[in-house]
């Protein structure tokens, strides 16, 4: 019973005494990660990659806060206008940082692929952990030391993702800032020109509305005339048509008398064909007649003979 108790007396000390050392690595990730320096080019940690042109930080308020990049700001009128170099310089700039970030974007996807393989690992062993806890005696103890394990690794995961996320975070904003310094550059650069152009455009325009309003005085002046000459020429046209109106009905009035007249002569030629046909049927009967009476005399005078002969 007394050895029963003293071993477990031991094996508390020695659990006991192993907890002030999970705290101590739990502390010293929070020290480290409260040191882990995230500079706005991306490094950390010592890491550093290739530094592309960039604006100073400034840490007063008109600028921002210390650790972001300057804000670009419009280009009054009063500033010198924007040269070709100038343009170039911003291109330039802004080239560097989309080739660092395109350069970057593959170190950024393996450095997060890496940190979601530990994650995984770190919650499979301690499900593994869990599942072995349970065949030791003091259970409760040893589900919280791999719990406290679990935590601490994800940590120190937590703190690598933060910084992660930092860098790329603090890349996009150097990317943009870079490209609406470009937009800002070139718009100053295309001011004059936009300017020129603006006021050659307002100049066309008054001009075509003056001509418009010139042209509206005009037609305004020169109605009452040009409602004269439309109705005069109204009055001809309908003139016209009426002269031609009426020689059409005179027309067909001659037309029509014409017609009769035609009619009448094909009546007469008619009643003349049937008078002359008619007459020639009498001729013909007549001289059928005498031909036949002169042939009956001939018969007769032929039959006379005849009969002489023969006495």
């Known amino acids: 019973m007394c050895g029963i108790l003293c071993g477990s007396l031991l094996l508390c000390g020695t659990v006991f005494a192993q907890e002030p050392a999970s705290s101590a690595a739990a502390a010293a990730a929070?020290?480290?990660?409260?040191?882990?320096?995230?500079?706005?080019?991306?490094?950390?940690?010592?890491?550093?990659?290739?530094?592309?042109?960039?604006q100073p930080l400034l840490p007063d308020a008109e600028h921002g806060a210390p650790g972001q990049p300057q804000s670009a700001k419009p280009t009054s009128s009063a500033q010198a206008p924007v040269g070709a170099s100038q343009v170039n310089l911003a291109a330039s700039e802004a080239q560097a940082v989309d080739a660092l970030a395109s350069k970057r974007s593959g170190?950024?996807?393996?450095?997060?692929?890496?940190?979601?393989?530990?994650?995984?690992?770190?919650?499979?062993?301690?499900?593994?952990?869990?599942?072995?806890?349970?065949?030791?005696?003091?259970?409760?103890?040893?589900?919280?030391?791999?719990?406290?394990?679990?935590?601490?690794?994800?940590?120190?995961?937590?703190?690598?993702?933060?910084?992660?996320?930092?860098?790329?975070?603090?890349?996009?904003?150097?990317q943009r800032d870079a490209n609406a310094r470009l937009r800002l550059v070139q718009d100053a650069a295309n001011a004059p020109q936009q300017e020129a152009t603006a006021r050659a455009n307002q100049a066309a325009y008054d001009d075509?509305?003056?001509?418009h309003?010139?042209?509206?005085?005009?037609?305004?002046?020169?109605?009452?005339?040009?409602e004269a000459s439309h109705l005069t020429d109204y009055n001809s046209k309908q003139a016209q048509y009426q002269q031609k109106l009426d020689q059409a009905q005179r027309n067909a009035a001659a037309d029509a008398q014409q017609r009769k007249e035609n009619v009448?002569?094909?009546?007469?030629?008619?009643q003349s064909a049937t008078e002359h046909q008619q007459t020639v049927r009498d001729r013909q009967a007549k001289?059928?007649?005498?031909?036949?009476?002169?042939?009956?005399?001939?018969?007769?005078?032929?039959?006379?003979a005849s009969g002489a002969a023969a006495k």
Request: aromatic residues 6%; charged residues 25%.
């Open 208 to 211: 075509k509305q003056r001509q």
């Open 287 to 304: 001289a059928a007649a005498a031909a036949a009476a002169s042939a009956a005399s001939a018969a007769a005078a032929a039959k006379t």
């Open 30 to 54: 929070g020290s480290a990660a409260s040191r882990t320096a995230v500079s706005i080019d991306g490094s950390v940690g010592g890491h550093i990659p290739a530094t592309v042109p960039s």
């Open 107 to 174: 170190e950024f996807a393996a450095r997060q692929a890496k940190l979601d393989r530990r994650a995984a690992e770190s919650d499979y062993a301690y499900q593994v952990a869990q599942h072995e806890c349970y065949s030791h005696f003091f259970v409760d103890h040893c589900l919280g030391n791999a719990r406290d394990k679990m935590r601490a690794e994800r940590a120190r995961i937590r703190v690598e993702q933060l910084a992660l996320n930092e860098e790329q975070r603090a890349l996009h904003a150097q």
């Open 213 to 226: 309003a010139i042209d509206a005085a005009s037609r305004a002046a020169s109605a009452p005339a040009a």
């Open 264 to 270: 009448r002569k094909y009546k007469e030629k008619q």
